[in-house]
């Protein structure tokens, strides 16, 4: 599988530190040879993975790589965003 980061995952990115953004793509890296843990609730058709203790990942499973639509740094940023959709 391959990792394609969206758009708004590059922007959430750039947004933060250096250690922060290397962790994500590691994280990201470790995805492409470990099954998905957790689907997401209210129909959504996204996966949610922790990156640290504060952090999460959005994605997808398109075929043979994964989409990545979401980096939070920080849970409160995660809660507002999966809120939304409630």
């Known amino acids: ?3 394609i980061f969206s758009y708004q ?4 990115l750039d947004d933060m530190s250096q250690d922060l953004q290397s962790i ?3 994280h ?3 995805l492409e040879n ?3 843990r957790r689907h997401m609730r209210y129909s959504l058709p996204y996966y949610a993975e922790e ?3 504060q952090a999460r990942m959005i994605f997808d499973i398109e075929g043979q790589s ?3 639509y979401h980096c939070f740094s920080d849970h ?4 507002r965003w999966y809120k939304s959709y409630k």
Not at 9 to 12: D, F, G, N, R, S
Not at 76 to 79: A, F
């Open 1 to 3: 599988m391959k990792s």
């Open 9 to 12: 995952a590059k922007e959430e």
């Open 24 to 26: 994500f793509i590691k």
């Open 28 to 30: 990201a890296r470790k």
């Open 34 to 36: 470990i099954p998905p």
């Open 51 to 53: 990156v640290t203790k």
């Open 66 to 68: 994964i989409k990545i």
């Open 76 to 79: 409160k940023e995660y809660e």
